[in-house]
């Protein structure tokens, strides 16, 4: 009898350590089961099978609410066009706390399918090492094939403008930025789209964006401004700001991106990144004393205040014709120039100052611009000559 119960204690013991435990295997193939869903979904998506990559990451999510398969989801949905769930499910990313790195590429992706190029530049101002690599290869390639302009508000503007508060006080942010910007859009002459960006944009910490925005909305307000704000409130809170000691321009470390920590913080080696990365191109006409010029200019901002631009102009003086090239250094207003000219077979150069400004202001995709300088001819001429000039830019 006891040979016996030794005997089944034995196999008791083999058995239990041969065969797997049942809670635990079922948990081992459950992954399994995820990850392989996972591997599938993003090469959907590398397929430009977003349909099918869409429903893919959904299950996913019934199964387990992760943040990296959410912001690969948005990714997805926002490649399919469907912008508004696109951005509805990077809020919840950002709202959970647990949004990193690669949230902040996917934000920029999305922003940028939708047309969006400098809003989508302010999430690279926190410096993203590199794309993730399941999608390095493509995802340069599907912005320039998938992108799409569409909008997301149908309501008037008092609704749209309550609507943008609410989702502010709730922080979903990623909606509230473009809701506003598209805002701004619709009603360029309505003040109050500005003004609430502005406000956004310095509740995230963005000092320089909420700046350009107030400054905006006051220039829209202008003759209105003593009904409107007869107590000079918007001017006093913009003074203030100017004077305010905002070191960071990235809000979403501080604010949303709860555990990026120390790695995005502002410094040194970043400072190229604290301002939005823009080219331009310009078109205009420029009144030269008595002559008439059309003038092309292509341009890049050094800092956020600052751009370099080459420009060739061609100019009628009564019969004779000539060409006119540009090279100007411009910081907020003021702008320095040297120019050179070839006409009836001979050349001039000189050098000169301008003033002039835009309307709207950056950060935009165009504006109306105006400018007036006074140039010195000194090789051939030796004159002074008055430029008077209008255009329009483009920012890219």
Same mark, same amino acid.
């Given at each position: 009898?006891?040979?016996?119960?030794?005997?089944?204690?034995?196999?008791?013991?083999?058995?239990?350590?041969?065969?797997?435990?049942?809670?635990?295997?079922?948990?081992?193939?459950?992954?399994?089961?995820?990850? $392989?869903?996972?591997?599938? !979904?993003?090469?959907?998506?590398?397929?430009?099978?977003?349909?099918?990559?869409?429903?893919? @990451?959904?299950?996913?999510?019934?199964?387990?609410?992760?943040?990296?398969?959410? !912001?690969?989801?948005?990714?997805?949905?926002?490649?399919?066009?469907?912008?508004?769930?696109?951005?509805?499910?990077l809020?919840?990313? =950002?709202?959970?706390?647990?949004?990193?790195k690669?949230?902040?590429?996917?934000?920029?992706?999305?922003?940028?399918?939708? $047309? =969006?190029?400098?809003?989508?530049?302010?999430?690279?101002?926190? $410096?993203?090492? +590199?794309? /993730?690599?399941?999608?390095?290869?493509?995802?340069?390639?599907?912005?320039?094939?998938?992108?799409?302009?569409?909008?997301?508000?149908?309501?008037?503007?008092?609704?749209?403008?309550h609507?943008?508060?609410?989702?502010?006080?709730?922080?979903?942010?990623?909606?509230?930025?473009?809701?506003?910007?598209?805002?701004?859009?619709?009603? /360029? =002459?309505?003040?109050? /789209?500005?003004?609430?960006? +502005?406000?956004?944009?310095e509740?995230?910490?963005?000092?320089?964006?909420?700046? $350009?925005?107030l400054?905006?909305?006051?220039?829209?307000?202008?003759?209105?401004?003593?009904?409107?704000?007869?107590?000079?409130?918007?001017?006093?809170?913009?003074?203030?700001?100017?004077?305010?000691?905002?070191?960071?321009?990235?809000?979403?470390?501080?604010?949303?991106?709860?555990?990026?920590?120390?790695?995005?913080?502002?410094?040194?080696?970043?400072?190229?990144?604290?301002?939005?990365?823009?080219? @331009?191109m310009?078109?205009?006409?420029?009144?030269?004393?008595?002559?008439? +010029?059309?003038?092309?200019?292509?341009?890049?901002?050094?800092?956020?205040?600052? +751009?370099?631009?080459?420009?060739?102009?061609?100019?009628?003086?009564?019969d004779?014709?000539?060409?006119?090239?540009? !090279?100007?250094l =411009?910081?907020?207003?003021?702008g320095?120039?040297?120019q050179?000219?070839?006409?009836?077979?001979?050349?001039?150069?000189?050098?000169?100052?301008?003033?002039?400004?835009?309307?709207?202001?950056?950060?935009?995709r165009?504006?109306?611009d105006?400018?007036?300088?006074?140039?010195?001819y000194?090789?051939?001429?030796?004159?002074?000559?008055?430029?008077?000039s209008?255009?329009?830019?483009?920012?890219?």
């Amino acid at each position: 009898m006891t040979n016996n119960r030794v005997i089944l204690l034995w196999a008791i013991i083999v058995l239990g350590v041969l065969l797997p435990d049942t809670a635990s295997s079922q948990g081992i193939y459950k992954d399994a089961s995820m990850n $392989e869903k996972h591997k599938m !979904a993003r090469k959907n998506v590398q397929d430009a099978g977003f349909e099918h990559a869409i429903n893919k @990451y959904s299950d996913l999510l019934k199964q387990e609410d992760n943040e990296t398969v959410r !912001a690969e989801y948005a990714y997805a949905l926002a490649l399919a066009q469907c912008y508004d769930g696109a951005i509805m499910n990077l809020d919840k990313v =950002y709202v959970s706390g647990k949004a990193d790195k690669t949230t902040l590429f996917y934000t920029a992706q999305v922003l940028k399918l939708m $047309e =969006y190029e400098i809003l989508s530049e302010v999430f690279w101002t926190i $410096e993203v090492s +590199s794309p /993730p690599s399941w999608i390095s290869s493509k995802y340069v390639a599907f912005v320039d094939k998938y992108k799409h302009r569409a909008s997301i508000n149908t309501d008037n503007l008092g609704i749209a403008l309550h609507r943008a508060n609410m989702l502010v006080a709730q922080k979903q942010y990623i909606q509230a930025i473009v809701l506003y910007q598209e805002l701004t859009e619709i009603y /360029p =002459y309505e003040y109050l /789209p500005y003004i609430g960006f +502005s406000a956004l944009w310095e509740s995230l910490g963005y000092k320089d964006l909420a700046i $350009e925005y107030l400054q905006q909305g006051l220039v829209v307000m202008d003759n209105e401004k003593t009904k409107c704000d007869p107590d000079g409130v918007y001017e006093r809170h913009l003074t203030s700001l100017k004077s305010e000691n905002m070191t960071s321009n990235s809000a979403f470390d501080h604010n949303v991106l709860k555990n990026l920590g120390e790695s995005t913080q502002s410094s040194s080696n970043d400072k190229e990144k604290q301002f939005h990365r823009r080219k @331009y191109m310009y078109i205009g006409m420029t009144a030269i004393n008595k002559s008439l +010029s059309f003038e092309a200019r292509y341009g890049i901002y050094t800092s956020d205040r600052s +751009s370099f631009a080459v420009g060739l102009g061609y100019q009628s003086f009564g019969d004779a014709k000539s060409l006119t090239a540009t !090279a100007s250094l =411009y910081a907020d207003i003021l702008g320095l120039g040297l120019q050179g000219q070839v006409y009836d077979g001979s050349f001039d150069g000189g050098f000169g100052i301008s003033v002039g400004g835009s309307l709207p202001k950056k950060p935009v995709r165009h504006s109306l611009d105006y400018r007036v300088g006074l140039y010195y001819y000194m090789i051939k001429a030796k004159d002074l000559r008055v430029n008077v000039s209008i255009g329009y830019t483009y920012y890219f």
